[in-house]
């Protein structure tokens, strides 16, 4: 399928953004080609400000003359850019891949400081969202977990935005030669490298999606439906926590009496709100004994995350910054 003008309108219009200065992330990949030429065409025809930019990671020996090509294109539809290195050592120590990712988003943000952008485009697409939702589904993830790649979220101060997400790697490549003549992009070696977790999902695709019917459609409207429920929960908790902002108390009368999926929601959104070290990660299993410790009769206080919980003299359950 190619992705039109009014095709690719209707998904950011779902986005809701209201800012007029977009950073497009741009690896020179089919993906993000794709993204940058579609934004463009969006860009020019409502009045918005498009930035793109482009990080080489000096992974590999050629990776600085690959992005040549991205640059004459960007040209030649007139498209502002800046190109980032990441500068590093010859060894690094621990994961590439997240290590990577990590500059790259660090990149980007400061891209978005500098242009005054309040948005941030990812060309993530329909396989990545699919591969998430196994990969998380196989380390045993709960609900907000299976909802995956969220069409936006936020890092930083920055709305990051994903409008490709209901879109196959096939529509992608499709639209870039059917659309915009392009046939020969940037083709990263790693994304055949069965050593990395999404790879691997992703060489499984066929089978799974030809022998179980696991495919990209019917996973999308699993996630969707399981974001739905996401969506409710939050409302419930977040009503909860209206009078948690009053008191910065748990009420343990009210509490105890809530299902445990909504007490764990509870506790995860206030150490979020609460903690010092920011929107720490903390994991669903630890989530769930803190939401069983406090109820029990006999609990005292437990550190989490920067934050003490402690029983006070009402036997409701104070919530404090830990002093150091």
């Known amino acids: 399928m190619i992705i039109t003008k009014e095709l690719f309108a209707n998904a950011i219009e779902k986005l809701g953004l209201n800012e007029n200065a977009w950073v497009v992330g741009l690896s020179g990949g089919a993906d993000s080609l794709c993204l940058t030429l579609l934004t463009n065409e969006y860009a020019i025809e409502h009045g918005i400000q498009l930035h793109a930019c482009i990080v080489d990671h000096k992974l590999r020996p050629e990776s600085s003359t690959e992005i040549l090509p991205t640059i004459e294109i960007l040209k030649q539809h007139s498209i502002q850019y800046k190109v980032f290195t990441w500068e590093h050592s010859e060894k690094i120590v621990g994961s590439v891949e997240l290590k990577a990712r990590r500059a790259r988003y660090e990149f980007l943000y400061r891209y978005c400081q500098e242009t005054g952008a309040n948005v941030l485009m990812t060309a993530h697409h ?45 529509d992608i490549k499709e639209t870039l030669q059917q659309r ?57 908790a977040n009503a909860y926590l209206q009078a948690f902002d009053t008191e910065k108390c748990v009420m343990l ?66 919530v404090s910054i830990e002093n150091r």
């Not at 003549?181 to 070696?189: E, L, R």
């Not at 999404?198 to 022998?211: D, Q």
């Not at 105890?256 to 007490?263: A, N, Q, T």
């Open 126 to 170: 329909a396989l990545d969202q699919w591969e998430t939702f196994f990969m998380r589904l196989s380390r045993g993830s709960a609900l907000k977990g299976l909802t995956s790649i969220q069409p936006v979220s936020n890092f930083k101060n920055i709305t990051l935005a994903r409008p490709l997400l209901k879109f196959s790697p096939d």
């Open 180 to 236: 915009f003549g392009i046939t020969d992009y940037v083709k990263d070696p790693s994304n055949e490298q069965v050593v990395y977790e999404r790879v691997r999902w992703r060489k499984a695709y066929s089978e799974l999606s030809e022998k179980y019917g696991l495919n990209i459609e019917n996973i999308n409207k699993t996630i969707d439906r399981i974001s739905v429920e996401n969506d409710c929960l939050n409302e419930i």
């Open 253 to 318: 009368n009210k509490y105890k009496g809530l299902h445990l999926s909504l007490r764990i929601r509870i506790l995860e959104k206030i150490i979020h709100k609460m903690s010092p070290k920011g929107k720490h990660l903390i994991s669903y299993s630890l989530l769930e004994r803190l939401a069983n410790e406090i109820c029990k009769q006999d609990f005292r206080a437990i550190n989490v995350s920067g934050l003490i919980f402690r029983r006070d003299r009402t036997k409701n359950v104070k």
